[in-house]
């Protein structure tokens, strides 16, 4: 089993649309956790991290479920910039950072 | 003002060659890492240094060897490259701190022909 796993989609969506992708991990030690953001050809740039209690940044909202190891993102009002690849990042070990594949989503008008 | 710098962008070499990439951050940071992701899209560690000093190395072959000369700068050296090599290599840089996030590079892309 791979240590981050995502859908790698893709998920293709209209503009307004709500999406949401999920991550599951398997290290329960597992200590914080991220969603990155790439876009083709580009380096991979945190879009937010991930608290225990769930947080909210403007379209964006991350939820963490410890119990069930898995952390979700949820995009509101998608927009055409919204196109990207979705990367889930665990952190277990203060230095060990592990990437799930990514899920791609594809905003359309 | 780059945060985190590397170079060069675009490396296309031959079968056997020896080639460095380098890496620089001006954030601070005391950890830095050399991140590899092939055709696929996978974003696979292979390095981490803190401080100077080598914490993880991801059963990368011999062939890699990474030298951090003091904690803003994590060069990766490869000897004798094979066609397998071929892909983008982020450098990254993070507090190394439970929450802190990575900062990349721009990425080097690497051909081996």
């Known amino acids: 089993r791979k240590e981050v796993e995502q859908d790698p989609g893709p998920f293709n969506v209209p503009e307004g649309a709500t999406v949401a992708f999920n991550c599951t991990y398997s290290n329960s030690a597992s200590q914080s956790f991220f969603w990155y953001r790439q876009d083709c050809r580009k380096e991979p740039k945190l879009l937010m991290s991930?608290?225990?209690s769930g947080n909210e940044d403007g379209r964006f909202t991350a939820q963490l479920n410890r119990a069930s190891q898995y952390i979700s993102l949820l995009i509101r009002d998608s927009k055409l910039s919204d196109s990207a690849t979705y990367l889930c990042?665990?952190?277990?070990?203060?230095?060990?950072?592990?990437f799930g594949t990514g899920t791609r989503l594809q905003v359309f008008p | 003002d780059t945060a985190v710098s590397q170079t060069p962008k675009y490396l296309v070499t031959q079968m056997g060659n020896d080639k460095s990439i380098k890496c620089e951050q001006n954030l601070g940071h005391d950890t830095m890492y050399w991140y590899k992701q092939d055709s696929k899209k996978f974003l696979k560690i292979m390095f981490s240094?803190?401080?100077?000093?080598?914490?993880i190395n991801e059963t990368v072959p011999n062939r890699f060897s990474p030298k951090s000369p003091d904690k803003a700068h994590l060069n990766l050296h490869i000897n004798s490259l094979e066609l397998g090599d071929s892909a983008v290599y982020f450098c990254?840089?993070?507090?190394?701190?439970?929450?802190?996030?990575?900062?990349f590079g721009n990425g080097t892309r690497l051909t081996v022909t």
């Open positions: 990042v665990v952190r277990y070990n203060t230095d060990k950072l592990i």
């Open positions: 991930v608290y225990s």
């Open positions: 240094y803190n401080n100077k000093e080598l914490i």
């Open positions: 990254a840089s993070s507090h190394g701190l439970d929450n802190s996030p990575l900062h």
